[in-house]
C-alpha cells in the first residue's frame, strides 16, 4: 500500500508489515522504530501514519491512501 502523507512524504507500506519512505525517484529507505500491525488495513493504516508524523503536518494536512 503506497500512502501520500501531508503531501510531503511517500510511505510504501510491504506485506511484512514494513514501512518505507519513497523518494522521488522510488528509492525507498525504511522507518526505524517504527512497526504496523499485519491485520492493519487501509484507513487504520492512515490513522497510524497521520500519529507517527503528526509533527509535520499542517494545519489542513492529510494522509491518504493512493494505492
Same mark, same amino acid.
Given at each position: 500500500?503506497?500512502? =501520500? &502523507?501531508?503531501? +510531503?512524504? +511517500?510511505?510504501? &507500506? !510491504?506485506? =511484512?508489515?514494513?514501512?518505507?519512505?519513497? =523518494?522521488? @525517484?522510488?528509492? +525507498?529507505?525504511?522507518?526505524?522504530?517504527?512497526?504496523?500491525?499485519? @491485520?492493519? !488495513?487501509? *484507513? *487504520?493504516?492512515? !490513522?497510524?501514519? !497521520?500519529?507517527?508524523?503528526? *509533527?509535520?503536518?499542517?494545519?489542513? @494536512?492529510? &494522509?491518504?491512501?493512493?494505492?
Amino acid at each position: 500500500m503506497l500512502f =501520500d &502523507v501531508y503531501g +510531503r512524504y +511517500r510511505v510504501y &507500506v !510491504d506485506a =511484512d508489515c514494513l514501512p518505507w519512505l519513497v =523518494d522521488g @525517484d522510488g528509492g +525507498r529507505s525504511s522507518i526505524q522504530g517504527f512497526t504496523i500491525p499485519p @491485520d492493519a !488495513d487501509g *484507513e *487504520e493504516m492512515i !490513522d497510524l501514519l !497521520d500519529v507517527a508524523f503528526h *509533527e509535520y503536518a499542517r494545519p489542513g @494536512d492529510k &494522509v491518504i491512501q493512493i494505492s
